[in-house]
Nanobody, 126 residues
Framework: QGVLVESGGGSVQPGGSTRLSCALS????????VGWVRQAPGKEREGVAV???????VYGESVKGRFTIFKDTAKRVVYLQMNNLKPEDSAMYYC????????????????????WGKGTLVTVSS
């Protein structure tokens, strides 16, 4: 606990943009797989985006072309840039990490992400 700390989030209008940040500890920085998972009330968890140690990325189908994940290893931060936001993007967003290889290429795509942050809330509404 405390090894993944999210920041950002808040309220944004449809079509707008925002960026989330996840501060990594030394241990989670060395994780093979780090990314973002979201969950709205009453709905299932949904993988958003992941990045591995080779900086290979995988995105959930619903966010492809709109969201971008990138990792700044020197700063020990993983970002999620979210563009063209839709109301259905409203959810609690969690940073998660794990030791799984073939990062994101599982069903669910967050398989093997065993360490989770406390989350940050994103609300998209007009």
């Amino acid at each position: 606990q405390g090894v993944l700390v999210e920041s950002g989030g808040g309220s944004v209008q449809p079509g707008g943009s925002t960026r989330l940040s996840c501060a990594l500890s030394e241990s989670t920085l060395r994780s093979y797989c780090v990314g973002w998972v979201r969950q709205a009330p009453g709905k299932e968890r949904e993988g958003v985006a992941v990045v591995d140690t080779d900086l290979s990325t995988v995105y959930g189908e619903s966010v492809k072309g709109r969201f971008t994940i990138f990792k700044d290893t020197a700063k020990r931060v993983v970002y999620l840039q979210m563009n063209n936001l839709k109301p259905e993007d409203s959810a609690m967003y969690y940073c998660a990490a794990g030791e799984v290889l073939s990062c994101g290429r599982w069903s669910p795509m967050y398989y093997g992400l065993d360490y989770w942050g406390k989350g940050t809330l994103v609300t998209v509404s007009s």
